[in-house]
C-alpha cells in the first residue's frame, strides 16, 4: 500500500468522513493519520530514528522526514536521532544544542502487517478524540435532566441511550420498583461525569433529591425564574418526599404555586415519581418554625433547640406520637434531613414526668445543702433557682419577693449557701493539690476549683499543661464519622463551658506563658474583624 498521488486526496477524505461519523473535529483525524504513518515508518527505516510525518492538509500529499536534534558530545546516546556539534557543522553553519536538521525520506511502502498497526493507531486516536469529546459535552451538564432510551440490563444497572453516549443508571439510583425494556423512555439526573479507563462514565440518577427540585423547576415557572426558591428537599424514593420552599414576593403563594391548579403542577412530578407522595413545606428562616412546618401533618406543642449540639426536641400531644414518628419513622427522618438536625420526639406526658423528677432532683439538693424543709425547697425550685452559686450572689430582693421570705430568711439563706459553696471549693481545692496540681494552675484566672480538680483528674496538673489543649477538649463538640455524627466529650463540658469560653482561657493562658505575643493577637482579631465586615458588605 505505498501512497501514491492516486490515493493521497482519499487521505483527507477519510479523515472528513470520520470526523462527521464520531462528530470529532477532523484535524484530530489527520494529526492520528500522521502518527500512524510516522509509526509505520519507524518499523521500515529502524525504531531508533525520529520519522515524522506531515500531510498536507489541501494535496493530501504526506511527506516523511527524518529529524535530528544537536546535543552536546557528553549526551550524545543515540546515533540515528542525535549528532554532536562538530558533526552538524557539515549541515549547518553554526549549529546550536537544540537545533534540528530534517532530512526528506522516500515514503514507505506499507505492508499488511504496517497498514494493520496503522489502522490501529489510528482507530485508537479516534477513540480518545471521541471520549474527550463526550466528556466536555456532559460535564458541564451536571445537575440538569436528561431524556434517554433504555439499551439494555447489566446486572440490575440500566444502560441509557443519552445521545452522543451512553449513561449508566445504577441499582441503587432506581426508584425501587421501577423496572425497564429495551427501547423504554426515561428520564433521569445527570448525578455525574468522571474520566475512567474505558471513557466518560455519565452516571445517572433518579433517586436524588436533586431530581425532584429539577422536576418542580421544570413544572414551576416561578422557580425557573427565581421568584420561589427549593431551599431543601429530602426524599425516600418511590415513597414519600418533603420540599422546602421560599417566595420572594408577597403576593405569590409558594405552595400554592408548587401545586398549581387542582394539583396539576405536583402531580405531573408525582406521576414521573412513580407515586412518590410529596409533602410541600413553606421554609422559614427561625429552625423551630420551619421544624413545626416540617413535621406536618402532625401537631407540635413545643421544641427546644440546642445549637451547640445541633440537636432539637420536639414535644408533640400524646395522640399525635405515632403520627409525627410516621410508619417506620419515616416523618421524623424526612424531617430530620429536611432542616439539617437530628429531631428527638417525646410526648408531653414524657416532658411532664422529666420535669417533674427534674423538680425533685432540685428540691432535693436545695434540702441537703441549705438545711431546709420540702416546702421552702419547692418554692426556691419554683421560683426558678436551679443551683447554689444562684441562690448565694443573687440579690436578695429576689429572695424577699418569695411569699413567705422575710429578710432574716433571706439572709440566712444566702450565708448557708456561701457557707456550703466555699466548703466545696476548699476540698476541691484540697483534692487537686493532692494529685499533684501547681500553683500555677490553681491562681490562673477563669477556673473554679471544681474545673482545677476535674482537669487534674485528667493529667492537666500546669498551666503549660492547660496551655496545650485545644478548646474542644475543654468543651466538648461534634465530629462527623462516616456521616455519623459523633460526641466528643469535653473535660469541663458539665460545667456548661462553651467553645468561645475555653479558645479565650486556654489564648489568655499562653500569652500569660509568653508562647503569644499579645500585640500579635490585636493584629490578628483587627484582621478578622476587617474581614467579617467586608463579608457582610458583601452580602448587603
Known amino acids: 500500500m505505498a501512497i501514491t498521488s492516486a490515493n493521497q486526496l482519499e487521505l483527507l477524505q477519510t479523515a472528513e468522513a470520520v470526523a462527521r461519523e464520531k462528530l470529532i473535529d477532523p484535524e484530530l483525524v489527520v494529526q492520528a493519520m500522521e502518527d500512524s504513518l510516522a509509526r509505520a515508518a519507524k518499523s521500515r527505516y529502524g525504531a531508533d530514528m525520529d520519522i515524522r510525518v506531515h500531510i498536507d492538509r489541501k494535496t493530501g500529499r504526506a511527506q516523511f522526514t527524518r529529524v535530528r536534534t544537536v546535543v552536546e558530545d557528553e549526551l550524545l546516546e543515540n546515533h540515528h536521532a542525535e549528532l554532536t556539534v562538530k558533526q552538524a557543522k557539515q549541515y549547518l553553519a553554526d549549529p546550536q544544542i537544540g537545533d534540528e536538521i530534517v532530512d526528506e525520506v522516500p515514503p514507505v511502502d506499507l505492508g499488511r502487517i504496517a497498514a494493520q498497526s496503522a489502522k490501529q493507531v489510528i482507530l485508537q486516536k479516534v477513540r480518545e478524540a471521541e471520549r474527550d469529546r463526550q466528556y466536555d459535552e456532559f460535564k458541564?451538564?451536571?445537575?440538569?435532566?436528561?431524556?434517554?432510551?433504555?439499551?439494555?440490563?447489566?446486572?440490575?444497572?440500566?444502560?441509557?441511550?443519552?445521545?452522543?453516549?451512553?449513561?449508566?443508571?445504577?441499582?441503587?439510583?432506581?426508584?425501587g420498583r421501577e423496572s425497564y425494556r429495551p427501547n423504554d423512555r426515561i428520564r433521569c439526573f445527570i448525578k455525574d461525569v468522571r474520566r475512567e479507563a474505558r471513557g466518560p462514565q455519565v452516571f445517572l440518577s433518579r433517586t436524588a433529591p436533586d431530581f425532584m427540585a429539577a422536576l418542580f423547576k421544570m413544572e414551576v415557572p416561578e422557580i425557573y425564574d427565581g421568584i420561589i426558591e427549593i431551599k431543601a428537599v429530602a426524599r425516600d424514593p418511590g415513597s414519600r418526599a418533603k420540599i422546602a420552599v421560599i417566595s420572594y414576593d408577597n403576593s405569590i403563594d409558594p405552595v400554592g404555586a408548587c401545586v398549581g391548579m387542582r394539583g396539576s403542577r405536583v402531580q405531573a412530578v408525582v406521576n414521573e415519581l412513580q407515586g412518590e407522595k410529596i409533602d410541600i413545606i413553606p421554609w422559614n428562616e427561625d429552625q423551630a418554625t420551619f421544624l413545626v412546618n416540617a413535621l406536618q401533618p402532625a401537631e407540635v406543642s413545643k421544641v427546644v433547640i440546642d445549637e451547640d449540639a445541633a440537636r432539637i426536641e420536639v414535644v408533640v400531644p400524646d395522640e399525635q406520637l405515632s403520627l409525627a414518628i410516621g410508619r417506620r419513622g419515616q416523618n421524623v427522618r424526612l424531617a430530620s434531613q429536611l432542616t439539617a438536625l437530628d429531631i428527638d420526639i417525646m410526648t408531653?406526658?414524657?416532658?411532664?414526668?422529666?420535669?417533674?423528677?427534674?423538680?425533685?432532683?432540685?428540691?432535693?439538693?436545695?434540702?441537703?445543702?441549705?438545711?431546709?424543709?420540702?416546702?421552702?425547697?419547692?418554692?426556691?425550685?419554683?421560683?426558678?433557682?436551679t443551683n447554689l452559686e444562684e441562690v448565694a450572689y443573687v440579690e436578695i430582693d429576689e429572695l424577699l419577693s418569695i411569699d413567705g421570705f422575710d429578710e432574716d430568711t433571706a439572709t440566712e439563706l444566702q450565708a448557708r449557701a456561701r457557707d456550703k459553696?466555699?466548703?466545696?471549693?476548699?476540698?476541691?481545692?484540697?483534692?487537686?493539690?493532692?494529685?499533684?496540681?501547681?500553683?500555677?494552675?490553681?491562681?490562673?484566672?477563669?477556673?473554679?476549683?471544681?474545673?482545677?480538680?476535674?482537669?487534674?483528674?485528667?493529667?492537666?496538673?500546669?498551666?503549660?499543661?492547660?496551655?496545650?489543649?485545644?478548646?474542644?477538649?475543654?468543651?466538648?463538640?461534634?465530629?462527623?464519622?462516616?456521616?455519623?455524627?459523633?460526641?466528643?466529650?469535653?473535660?469541663?463540658?458539665?460545667?456548661?463551658?462553651?467553645?468561645?469560653?475555653?479558645?479565650?482561657?486556654?489564648?489568655?493562658?499562653?500569652?500569660?506563658?509568653?508562647?503569644?505575643?499579645?500585640?500579635?493577637?490585636?493584629?490578628?482579631?483587627?484582621?478578622?474583624?476587617?474581614?467579617?465586615?467586608?463579608?457582610?458588605?458583601?452580602?448587603?
Open 348 to 385: 408531653e406526658s414524657d416532658e411532664s414526668a422529666r420535669r417533674q423528677a427534674e423538680f425533685a432532683e432540685r428540691t432535693k439538693l436545695f434540702m441537703d445543702a441549705l438545711d431546709v424543709d420540702e416546702m421552702m425547697a419547692q418554692l426556691l425550685v419554683a421560683e426558678g433557682f
Open 140 to 175: 458541564d451538564r451536571v445537575g440538569t435532566i436528561i431524556n434517554g432510551t433504555v439499551k439494555r440490563e447489566e446486572y440490575g444497572n440500566i444502560i441509557v441511550d443519552i445521545g452522543r453516549g451512553e449513561g449508566i443508571l445504577r441499582r441503587n439510583e432506581k426508584i
Open 421 to 540: 459553696i466555699e466548703a466545696a471549693n476548699q476540698a476541691a481545692l484540697d483534692a487537686a493539690r493532692a494529685m499533684g496540681v501547681e500553683d500555677s494552675l490553681i491562681d490562673f484566672e477563669g477556673l473554679t476549683p471544681q474545673m482545677i480538680e476535674a482537669l487534674a483528674k485528667d493529667g492537666i496538673k500546669t498551666l503549660d499543661d492547660f496551655a496545650t489543649c485545644a478548646d474542644w477538649e475543654l468543651a466538648g463538640g461534634w465530629t462527623s464519622v462516616d456521616g455519623q455524627r459523633i460526641k466528643d466529650d469535653g473535660i469541663l463540658e458539665s460545667f456548661e463551658m462553651s467553645l468561645e469560653e475555653a479558645q479565650t482561657l486556654i489564648m489568655t493562658a499562653r500569652v500569660q506563658l509568653g508562647w503569644v505575643d499579645p500585640a500579635e493577637l490585636e493584629v490578628e482579631e483587627d484582621a478578622d474583624a476587617e474581614e467579617l465586615a467586608d463579608g457582610e458588605e458583601d452580602e448587603a
